[in-house]
């Protein structure tokens, strides 16, 4: 199943019924939501910035309010049913919309922008919850990839649907368009399969308050998870300040009419779809949060560079058509800008959603994704205000409004970074795997998904840590030789990983029997452990005897050890061949390197001698 492309998922009914449904979900809000923003940026001139910013705030506030109930909800029924149900209710929703445009009432368009947050809002974590239930562990990234694109994709088509449509004499075809969508969309979930609900005993609690205060003070139980979705939350605040102010940005700013904003939003969209498309192929299926800082540096990176540019423009008097915008000088840069704000944010935001997917307990996950929701929401609600408050009350331009938000992030990223040094640690060792090496994985199934457990595996190089801990999906604590720890620049990051350094009893007593102290508390604590039994580098390639650090780690705490080998690594860049680099380097540049990993082996059946015939059987396998 991990040798297929993410987009053979969209041949199986566990998945493409539900994609369609997702997808014309966000069409349909965005093809609705376009066209309202266009009428009230050239309808309501006078007032435009405060309708536009407080539209985005109402049909967010929904999932600050209702996100707890509905996540309760998502965990204690059946999911088909509830899709189809609140599928449903966009009906009728959309019924009320048709009524607004016919009316011309922009107050009760804004309200019913509110009635469509509500209703998404319930399906956010019946959404999240259905992926981890009929995907497999190593299709996350695909499919989320899927998902996240496909709702970019959405919104770019829904974009420039929207604004042909309401730019038209007549409001005919807006009101039929966003009424068929809704239709569409209860068709297609009609095939979603059933998926069983994930705690269906829970008593549910329709107080808004206690509910959504319980929701939130749950998340911090997992650390990774809470920080993961502060960082997810983020982006939400990042990227709803710019697309807020796109329709305003594209009239006032650049001067352009209804098709230019409508080119901006496809250009942010089309980013996120590429962004979301590429994490499957730089992450080889797995969760590789490395890319998230990535992702950072990008949108902080491209979001100031549009604010320069746009300081820079000279807007024309008159509205700018698309070729007018187009043959103007910076035009280029703006659009560009702005398709690798939304790459970046693609290569942010798909990962951590994974991460949240894979790490937080099953049982509780769309309860976790409410509460995700509901932070979500309030860093949108917050994004709005702080956009009123620069836009209105200081009356400051977009453009600084832009600087601001991309000195936030620069902050924000920072900060979690420094909490979570695992994301920057991925990061570089993403980078290192992906330079020198080609890594071809076998058995990492073999790993559990949770609980204690030691990894055994040969040493080969100085970097034989940084692969295996890029290919493991857990954090790993690996006991490594203090010297090796100590070696400069890397230090930081065997410190930031929780590596734990260890000499020989000779050399040092104190530091190997702390070593040992330091490795039965991360058992006890859950942790896996990484060991190299051989004691230190291989000095000839093969696998020297295996020291009796593994066996008093098992006398002392009982758990199973996953045996591991590398393969293809002696006589590389980090090996000990040969003491020149330059000597290493041309022979195993891009090298094809090979991890396999073997069943677990129980602990009273460990020696050091049974490890070591099991480490190199797994070696001398293809």
């Not at 009123?388 to 936030?408: C, D, E, Y």
């Not at 609980?451 to 034989?464: E, K, Q, R, Y």
């Not at 203090?482 to 929780?498: G, Q, R, S, T």
């Not at 396999?596 to 490890?611: A, F, M, Y």
Request: with cysteine; hydrophobic share 50%; net charge positive.
């Amino acid at each position: 199943m991990s040798e297929h492309s993410q987009f053979s998922l969209l041949k199986e009914n566990r998945f493409f019924p539900f994609f369609l449904t997702q997808f014309f979900g966000a069409f349909n809000d965005n093809v609705f939501k376009n066209a309202l923003v266009i009428m009230i940026a050239y309808k309501a001139t006078a007032n435009s910035d405060m309708l536009v910013n407080l539209a985005a705030g109402l049909f967010i506030l929904p999932f600050f309010l209702f996100s707890a109930i509905a996540g309760q909800i998502a965990d204690k029924f059946e999911k088909s049913r509830l899709i189809r149900i609140v599928k449903f209710i966009e009906i009728i929703i959309m019924l009320i919309a048709a009524f607004g445009f016919y009316i011309d009432n922009i107050n009760l368009l804004i309200f019913v922008l509110f009635l469509m947050g509500s209703q998404s809002s319930l399906f956010g974590p019946v959404k999240y919850g259905y992926l981890p239930q009929h995907l497999e562990r190593e299709e996350l990234i695909g499919g989320n990839a899927l998902i996240e694109s496909s709702t970019f994709l959405s919104i770019l088509i829904g974009t420039i649907l929207g604004g042909i449509l309401i730019a038209m004499d007549s409001i005919t075809p807006i009101t039929v368009a966003i009424l068929c969508i809704a239709v569409a969309g209860y068709l297609s979930a009609s095939f979603i399969p059933k998926t069983p609900a994930s705690s269906p005993d829970i008593k549910l609690n329709f107080n808004i308050f206690t509910e959504t205060y319980r929701n939130i003070s749950f998340l911090p139980q997992n650390r990774v998870v809470f920080l993961s979705i502060l960082a997810i939350s983020w982006f939400w605040f990042y990227g709803s300040v710019y697309l807020m102010q796109i329709p305003n940005f594209g009239s006032k700013v650049l001067g352009g009419d209804n098709y230019v904003i409508t080119l901006l939003l496809s250009m942010f969209s089309v980013g996120i779809g590429l962004g979301s498309l590429l994490c499957e192929k730089l992450s080889g299926k797995r969760v590789e949060i490395g890319l998230v800082p990535i992702g950072a540096i990008g949108l902080a990176v491209f979001g100031y560079d549009i604010a320069v540019a746009a300081e820079n423009w000279i807007a024309s008097t008159e509205l700018q058509s698309i070729s007018q915008f187009w043959s103007s000088k910076g035009s280029g840069r703006i659009l560009a800008d702005l398709c690798f704000i939304g790459v970046f944010g693609g290569l942010y935001i798909v990962p951590l959603y994974a991460l949240v997917q894979e790490r937080a307990d099953q049982s509780h996950l769309s309860r976790v994704i409410a509460g995700n929701n509901i932070i979500n929401a309030l860093f949108m609600v917050l994004a709005a205000v702080m956009a009123m408050v620069i836009l209105v009350a200081m009356k400051w331009t977009i453009p600084q409004l832009f600087k601001v938000t991309v000195l936030l992030n620069i902050i924000v990223a920072l900060y979690i970074f420094t909490v979570v040094p695992e994301f920057l640690m991925r990061l570089i060792v993403w980078f290192l795997v992906s330079i020198f090496y080609r890594i071809r994985a076998k058995g990492l199934e073999n790993i559990p998904h949770d609980g204690a457990a030691v990894l055994a595996c040969n040493h080969v190089s100085f970097i034989d840590p940084l692969i295996l801990g890029g290919y493991i999906r857990r954090p790993v604590r690996f006991i490594m030789y203090y010297k090796i720890y100590n070696i400069p620049v890397l230090k930081w990051l065997f410190k930031a990983a929780k590596a734990i350094p260890i000499a020989g009893y000779k050399e040092d007593p104190e530091m190997y029997e702390k070593a040992f102290i330091e490795v039965k508390k991360a058992l006890d604590e859950g942790d896996l452990v990484g060991i190299f039994p051989e004691g230190g580098l291989t000095s000839d390639g093969t696998i020297q005897p295996f020291k009796n650090g593994i066996e008093k780690i098992i006398s002392e705490t009982p758990v199973d050890v996953i045996p591991m080998s590398l393969s293809n690594l002696w006589g590389s860049l980090f090996s000990r061949k040969d003491k020149g680099v330059l000597k290493r380097r041309p022979r195993k540049f891009l090298a094809k390197i090979r991890l396999n990993v073997g069943e677990p082996i129980s602990p009273e059946n460990i020696t050091k001698e049974v490890l070591r015939d099991k480490v190199a059987k797994l070696k001398s396998q293809k």
